[in-house]
């Protein structure tokens, strides 16, 4: 496909850059601890640039240490120290013909004290996120005048450096966004009010800015199109503040959506569509004659091309789409969209950024890595390798074998590759894995890998390839517990259910264990008519699961009918009937149940993986069959080791 809109060039100000493909700023606390641009961010960055995209945005960059510190080993822009590598920076993006923003921010409210050193956070006025769940003070006029000035020196700091432009952040709910909600500006000074009052800290700074940089230095402005909070901003209050913005002389406005108290909408779990919020940018790019970037969940280039057809923006941002695969420009505009390693929405990277480590990618091992992991060695020589297990790990591990030139032979015992991301795509609203499956699917066949599926080979038949070292990748089994009943007939596993050997409709049906497989699963069974309980012996239900992903998960199920019940224990299975425990009193009591369905994790089979270390020297388990984990964990297994392999 031709994408003629994608890749025309367009203009910013008086920037112009090579095509529509815009990175967004996402959080990698890949900065050194001062605050420079270290090595490794350079080289994240300069990878996406390589990779066909047209403007980055940086992550969020610090402008003021005392209340507006974001994050650990965040980019800072405060002092005249941080140019040189800034400057590094900017000149690694623009070796390949690609420009770069400093996006300038300050967290607000939506802060921790712990990251300013004990001090209280600070707000326009008291009043508290229930994300956080610390009051912040309110911040004095002297103290916002002095923010602004704070905010218009890391734009000259920015100039300074040879960066194209800045980005001001004013949504997500941090600072300039509280400013801008009616909902957190509570204030009766000049920075609050009316509309106009609101909008004054963020009018000071763009003024500042383009005082002191110039106007033709191009200034982009985030905004939210609706922070989906009731009382905070919303679509009519947002076009009018771009409205404003363009009279002040602002050179693009990028519309995103969402605070921490609907993060949802800011970062979107696997089952929001592409486009979901794309009416925002529409409604921006009729209000506005300033150039619009969208934040719409896009994932695939034909979409991303259809947004500009339609005229909904005149920029795509493409944020975590490069996060899992830094060629998405270059392998469309090449024509190689089966290439694609295409994001699935699984939240890993936000959520291990937000743990304060570096960022990670589920579907990309190498990304925050550039520089550990550049190139792998071709020294396989045709050297045979036996791959056992056709999930997430094995196909990584037989994927980087190919391309250091082994020769790896990937076995399958079912008819089809995927493993446990297979069997994930089956419950409802999670088609985006088949997107990674099928992917991998066509990297292997590219590379020729040998897959033989509906295999399970024997050692004799592992022993007549002679193989050089024999991976392990063949997960892990259920677990049962050993409790009464447990092996009677309407007992079964997430695994039965979601392959298809058990088929369980218009039942009553009790899931045992609240991790994401199991409520996943509950969903599944409710969509086949089920009356569905889930049991959870912890406190809460989904006591593992990164919390956006768990409202979205429990909101559907509740719309569904399905029976949450946490502090419960299943003790024992009776015909037609289960008994439960009341995990804080130790009552205990008796429900009538059709079948009763297990989700209470997985164990490793390490039997075989032991007899194959006595029959051949070199042994990798990886994946489920080592340490079970998510699909992160598991192409992280399977990367690294046939990375390192010698």
């Known amino acids: 496909m031709k994408y ?23 959080g990698t606390s890949l900065a050194a ?37 974001g994050t650990p080993n965040q980019l800072n822009a405060s ?4 140019v040189p590598r800034l400057e590094k920076l900017a000149r690694a993006v623009h070796r390949h013909d690609s420009k770069i923003f400093l996006q300038l921010q300050h967290p607000g409210r939506q802060n921790h004290g712990r990251l300013i050193g004990g001090k209280q956070i600070v ?16 911040l004095s006029t002297e103290e916002v005048e002095g923010l602004v000035r704070k905010f218009v020196f890391g734009a000259v700091i920015a100039q300074t450096a040879g960066i194209d432009g800045v980005e001001i952040h004013g949504a997500h709910g941090y600072l300039i966004g509280q400013f801008l909600s009616p909902l957190t500006n509570l204030r009766t000074d000049k920075y609050g009010g009316s509309l106009e009052g609101r909008m004054l800290f963020l009018s000071e700074i763009v003024q500042g800015i383009k005082l002191a940089c110039g106007a033709g230095f191009p200034v982009s402005v985030r905004i939210d199109g609706d922070e989906f909070v009731p009382g905070g901003i919303v679509l009519e209050e947002a ?6 913005l363009e009279q002040l ?20 779990p696997i089952s929001y569509p592409q486009g979901w919020k794309k009416h925002l940018a529409a409604a921006m790019k009729q209000a506005v004659q300033i150039p619009v970037i969208a934040c719409d969940v896009i994932r695939k280039p034909d979409f991303a091309e259809s947004l500009l057809q339609e005229g909904n923006t005149d920029f795509v941002a493409l944020g975590r789409a490069q996060l899992a695969d830094p060629e998405w420009g270059n392998k469309a505009a090449e024509g190689r969209e089966a290439e694609i390693r295409t994001c699935i929405s699984c939240l890993y990277c936000i959520q291990e950024v937000m743990e304060c480590k570096v960022i990670k990618c589920a579907v990309n091992a190498r990304a925050g890595r550039e520089l550990e992991f550049a190139e792998p060695p071709r020294d396989g020589g045709g050297k045979v390798i036996a791959v056992i297990g056709g999930g997430p790990a094995g196909m990584e591990a037989a994927r980087i074998l190919a391309l250091r030139e082994f020769r790896p032979v990937l076995f399958e015992a079912r008819d089809v590759l995927g493993g446990s991301v297979e069997l994930g795509s089956r419950p409802p609203l999670k088609e985006k894995l088949n997107w990674f499956i099928a992917n991998m699917q066509h990297q292997l066949e590219q590379l020729n890998v040998d897959v033989r599926l509906s295999a399970k080979p024997t050692l004799e038949q592992l022993k007549a390839l002679n ?17 009464p009943g447990v092996d009677k007939a309407a007992v079964c596993t997430v695994v039965d259910v979601l392959s298809g050997a058990v088929e369980i409709k218009n039942k009553r049906a009790v899931v045992i264990g609240s991790g994401m497989t199991g409520l996943e699963t509950a969903e599944y069974l409710a969509d086949l008519g089920n009356q569905v309980t889930v049991v959870e012996m912890q406190k809460r239900v989904g006591p593992d699961a990164y919390l956006p992903n768990l409202i979205d998960m429990v909101t559907r199920l509740k719309k569904s009918g399905v029976e949450l019940l946490a502090s419960t224990k299943l003790v024992e299975v009776q015909d037609g009937a289960i008994v439960l425990e009341n995990s804080a009193t130790g009552e205990t009591s008796v429900r009538e149940a059709d079948a009763v369905v297990l989700s209470i994790g997985v164990a490793p089979d390490r039997s075989f993986a032991e007899e194959l270390k006595q029959a051949f020297p070199k042994v990798k388990v990886i994946g489920d069959a080592g340490k079970p984990g998510r699909i992160g964990q598991a192409i992280q297994s399977g990367f690294e080791t046939a990375f390192v392999l010698n």
Do not use: Q, W
């Open 239 to 244: 076009l009018l503040t771009a409205k404003h």
């Open 467 to 483: 193989p050089y070292a024999v991976f392990v990748a063949a997960g892990a089994r259920p677990i049962v517990p050993g409790i």
């Open 79 to 82: 002092d005249l120290l941080f």
């Open 123 to 138: 707000a326009p006025s008291a009043v508290m996120s229930s994300a956080i769940g610390e009051m912040p003070r309110e």
């Open 4 to 26: 003629e809109k994608l890749f025309a060039a367009g203009e910013i100000g008086r920037l112009t850059l090579k095509n529509r493909i815009v990175m967004p700023a996402m």
């Open 249 to 268: 002389g602002v050179d693009c406005i990028n519309v995103s959506a969402g605070t921490y108290e609907s993060s949802n909408a800011i970062i979107e």
């Open 33 to 69: 601890a001062s605050g420079e641009a270290s090595d490794e961010m350079i080289a994240f960055y300069e990878e996406r640039a390589a990779g066909g995209c047209g403007l980055i945005i940086t992550e969020i960059t610090r402008v003021d240490n005392e209340t507006g510190v």
